[in-house]
């Protein structure tokens, strides 16, 4: 079943979600490859095959090999791969997607604290808030991955 495109029915949702998304791609400390890296595991846990696909295009074009690419949902098997701030982010960003689950614990808090600064951490967060935000758009609406047979 096809289902509508949500850009088009609500430009003012579109608008909002994506003022969030460019705050967190242009106005933070963050690298951009830690960005797509947290794009990316947070789209694997919701499922979200478009946005698998498109943060998967760009960590590449990024310059991350696709052995790294692939093994983001392991990366706790595959940890030598992942800085300490990658798995650190990486973790932090399981633990916020889950939250009905996890309940963000003090653990979780205590270990991303120790790893960034306060701002960057609001930051990083956000970005995790602004990637399941769209992830419920795009798994919802089934927008389709760019990958071709």
């Given at each position: 079943?096809?289902?509508?495109?949500?850009?088009?029915?609500?430009?003012?949702?579109?608008?909002?979600?994506?003022?969030?998304?460019?705050?967190?791609?242009?106005?933070t400390n963050l690298p951009a490859p830690l960005i797509h890296l947290v794009f990316l595991?947070?789209?694997?846990?919701?499922?979200?095959?478009?946005?698998?696909?498109?943060?998967?295009?760009?960590?590449?074009?990024?310059?991350?090999?696709?052995?790294?690419?692939?093994?983001?949902?392991?990366?706790?098997?595959?940890?030598?791969?992942?800085?300490?701030?990658?798995?650190?982010?990486?973790?932090w960003a399981e633990e916020v997607t889950r939250v009905s689950e996890t309940h963000v614990?003090?653990?979780?808090?205590?270990?991303?604290?120790?790893?960034?600064?306060?701002?960057?951490?609001?930051?990083?967060?956000?970005?995790?808030?602004?990637?399941?935000?769209?992830?419920?758009?795009?798994?919802?609406?089934?927008?389709?991955?760019?990958?071709?047979?």
């Open positions: 079943m096809s289902r509508l495109n949500w850009f088009e029915a609500s430009p003012g949702a579109a608008k909002a979600l994506g003022g969030l998304h460019h705050f967190v791609t242009t106005a595991r947070v789209s694997q846990i919701n499922g979200c095959a478009h946005c698998i696909d498109l943060h998967s295009r760009d960590l590449i074009k990024a310059g991350i090999s696709v052995d790294k690419v692939l093994l983001v949902p392991v990366w706790h098997e595959a940890h030598y791969l992942f800085s300490d701030q990658e798995r650190s982010a990486l973790a614990s003090d653990e979780a808090y205590a270990a991303a604290s120790a790893m960034f600064a306060e701002k960057d951490l609001v930051d990083l967060t956000a970005a995790i808030a602004a990637m399941n935000a769209f992830n419920r758009m795009g798994v919802s609406f089934r927008l389709k991955p760019a990958a071709k047979t």
